[in-house]
Structures are given as structure tokens and as C-alpha cells.
């Protein structure tokens, strides 16, 4: 089955429709050629940043949408010879971690002598890649997922002291290696459809930056108040950490008295139906 040809279970249709799911995650490196074409430049205006912006999430587009793709035609199934899940890493490195980076260091966006903090988050990124665990079976990011582009947008966008821009670098390249639970909006459950939601009306208000990029009083506002989504994201995933290491604590404890674990609670229970990101 896996001697790197298709299943004869499926016909070429099947075939054609899983190679067609592969390529479409592949445009994803299009729009990162078209990044780097606008970083490249002598000079990197405004306009040309607004245009990587625009690539950047033209490829989180993409990336939010194959995997859906991807089961609805099991393309696991219909190709077990070609790893879609290593070729879209490969494209998410690029788009979400080294070509946001890059454009951090082009547009100046630290303080001077500090561009080679760059690196922390450049090798942190490159170890949640290789993680084997980077995705629990319960389905979240475990780590801070190197969103690097939400990073790059808003220190371009929002106006900060130099201070504020290394730290963030600094603590959330760090936060890649602390075991937390961050959510993965494209698996299954209640709270990921309330994140698809709120990530739509967050999309369309980044798609409003880039519309009125020109125009600096409102570019501000609007981007403060896309923050709200960030916050909701971080937030949300720092609580479901905390609730995870609790119950940890609380079971390493048990387990060293000695005494018999205690029945789950029915609030508990109901908390982590709510979470679940299984399919229904």
C-alpha cells in the first residue's frame, strides 16, 4: 500500500481530485516567491510591504483550507506514496516563519544591533517543525505555533516602543518550547467553530487594513481593533493550558499518596466535551 503508488481501490477521478488537493497546497509557495519578490527589492517601500502582507495571507488562506480538502478527499487514502502533511511544512516554514522574519529585518522593525535576535524565533520555529508531538492527538498546537506573520503585521502596523518589539520576539520564540495547548482552528469541536467565526470577521478586517493601508489614522484604529482576536487566541489556549497542567498536578499528587484517583466532575467533563476537537 505504501510502495509510493496510488490505492487501485480509487479511480483516476479520485486520483486527479488528491493530486489536485497537493497542488493546491503547493500554490502556497507561489505566494512565497511573490513575498520574496517584494522583499528583495533595493528598496522595500510601503506598497511592496502591503503587497507581501496582502501573499501572506492569501497563504494562510490556503494553509486554513487544504487540510479540509484534504480528508474530504482522503487523499491519505488515494496516495500513500506522497507525505501531503511534510510538503504543507514545508510551505508553512516559509510562509509563516522565514519570510515574515526576513521582512522584520528588511523593514527595520527592531532597534539596530538587535537584528540577530531574528535567530531565536528562526531556531525555535525549526524545532516546532520537527516535532513529532508539534500536534496533540487531542488535537492542539502544542507550543507556540510560529505565527510569525501575525508578529510581523502588527510590529509593522501598530506603533510600539523598540523595547516592546525585541521582548515579543524574545517570549513568544520561548513560548515554542513550553508545553502549552494552543488551538488548531481546522480541527473538529465547539470552541474551533467559535474561532473559525471570529476568525472570519478577524480576516475581513485585516482584509480592510490592507484596503486603507494609505490611510494611517484608520489603518491604526482598524488594526487595534483586529487585536481582539489575538488576545481571544492567546487567551483561550492559555486557559485550556492551565486547566491541562492542573489536572496533571492534581494526578501526579494522587498518584504519589497513593490514594485512589477522584471521579471526574460532571462540570469537568462537560468542560472537555466542549474543548474536544474529535469528530462528531
Same mark, same amino acid.
Given at each position: 500500500?505504501?510502495?509510493?503508488?496510488?490505492?487501485?481501490?480509487?479511480?483516476?477521478?479520485?486520483?486527479?481530485?488528491?493530486? =489536485? &488537493?497537493?497542488?493546491y497546497?503547493?500554490?502556497?509557495?507561489?505566494?512565497?516567491?511573490?513575498?520574496?519578490?517584494?522583499?528583495v527589492?533595493?528598496?522595500?517601500?510601503?506598497?511592496?510591504?502591503?503587497?507581501? /502582507?496582502?501573499?501572506?495571507?492569501?497563504?494562510?488562506? +490556503?494553509?486554513?483550507?487544504?487540510?479540509?480538502?484534504?480528508?474530504?478527499?482522503?487523499?491519505?487514502?488515494?496516495?500513500?506514496?506522497?507525505?501531503?502533511?511534510?510538503?504543507?511544512?514545508i510551505?508553512?516554514?516559509?510562509?509563516?516563519?522565514?519570510?515574515?522574519?526576513?521582512? +522584520?529585518?528588511?523593514?527595520?522593525?527592531?532597534?539596530?544591533?538587535?537584528?540577530?535576535?531574528?535567530?531565536?524565533?528562526?531556531?525555535?520555529?525549526?524545532?516546532?517543525?520537527s516535532?513529532?508531538?508539534?500536534?496533540?492527538?487531542?488535537?492542539?498546537?502544542?507550543?507556540?505555533?510560529?505565527?510569525?506573520n501575525?508578529?510581523?503585521?502588527?510590529?509593522?502596523?501598530?506603533?510600539?516602543?523598540?523595547?516592546?518589539?525585541?521582548?515579543?520576539?524574545?517570549?513568544?520564540?520561548?513560548?515554542?518550547? &513550553?508545553?502549552?495547548?494552543?488551538?488548531?482552528?481546522?480541527?473538529?469541536?465547539?470552541?474551533?467553530?467559535?474561532?473559525? +467565526?471570529?476568525?472570519? &470577521?478577524?480576516?475581513?478586517?485585516l482584509?480592510?487594513?490592507? +484596503?486603507?493601508?494609505?490611510?494611517?489614522?484608520?489603518?491604526?484604529?482598524?488594526?487595534?481593533? =483586529?487585536?481582539?482576536?489575538?488576545?481571544?487566541?492567546?487567551?483561550?489556549?492559555?486557559?485550556?493550558?492551565?486547566?491541562?497542567?492542573?489536572?496533571?498536578?492534581?494526578?501526579?499528587?494522587?498518584?504519589? =499518596?497513593?490514594?485512589?484517583?477522584?471521579?471526574?466532575?460532571?462540570?469537568?467533563?462537560?468542560?472537555?466535551? /466542549?474543548?474536544?476537537?474529535?469528530?462528531?
Amino acid at each position: 500500500m505504501r510502495n509510493g503508488h496510488s490505492s487501485g481501490r480509487y479511480g483516476p477521478l479520485r486520483q486527479a481530485l488528491a493530486w =489536485s &488537493v497537493h497542488f493546491y497546497t503547493a500554490t502556497g509557495l507561489i505566494a512565497a516567491a511573490g513575498m520574496a519578490f517584494w522583499l528583495v527589492r533595493p528598496v522595500v517601500t510601503a506598497e511592496d510591504v502591503r503587497w507581501t /502582507f496582502v501573499l501572506m495571507l492569501v497563504a494562510t488562506l +490556503i494553509d486554513a483550507t487544504d487540510g479540509m480538502l484534504a480528508r474530504w478527499v482522503r487523499v491519505k487514502d488515494v496516495l500513500p506514496g506522497f507525505d501531503g502533511r511534510r510538503l504543507d511544512d514545508i510551505v508553512d516554514f516559509l510562509t509563516y516563519t522565514v519570510l515574515p522574519l526576513f521582512l +522584520i529585518w528588511r523593514t527595520a522593525l527592531l532597534p539596530a544591533g538587535w537584528e540577530p535576535v531574528l535567530l531565536l524565533p528562526l531556531i525555535a520555529s525549526a524545532y516546532g517543525f520537527s516535532q513529532v508531538a508539534a500536534k496533540t492527538p487531542e488535537g492542539f498546537f502544542l507550543g507556540f505555533p510560529s505565527y510569525w506573520n501575525l508578529v510581523a503585521f502588527y510590529l509593522y502596523v501598530l506603533p510600539m516602543p523598540a523595547w516592546l518589539r525585541v521582548g515579543l520576539v524574545i517570549v513568544l520564540a520561548v513560548l515554542t518550547f &513550553v508545553p502549552s495547548l494552543y488551538l488548531y482552528p481546522t480541527q473538529h469541536g465547539r470552541l474551533n467553530r467559535v474561532t473559525n +467565526i471570529l476568525g472570519f &470577521v478577524w480576516a475581513l478586517l485585516l482584509g480592510a487594513i490592507l +484596503i486603507w493601508w494609505n490611510s494611517q489614522p484608520l489603518l491604526t484604529w482598524l488594526a487595534l481593533a =483586529s487585536l481582539v482576536f489575538p488576545v481571544y487566541y492567546l487567551t483561550a489556549s492559555w486557559l485550556i493550558t492551565r486547566g491541562a497542567w492542573t489536572r496533571g498536578a492534581q494526578r501526579r499528587a494522587e498518584e504519589r =499518596s497513593g490514594a485512589p484517583p477522584r471521579p471526574r466532575l460532571r462540570a469537568l467533563r462537560g468542560v472537555r466535551q /466542549f474543548l474536544s476537537k474529535r469528530r462528531r
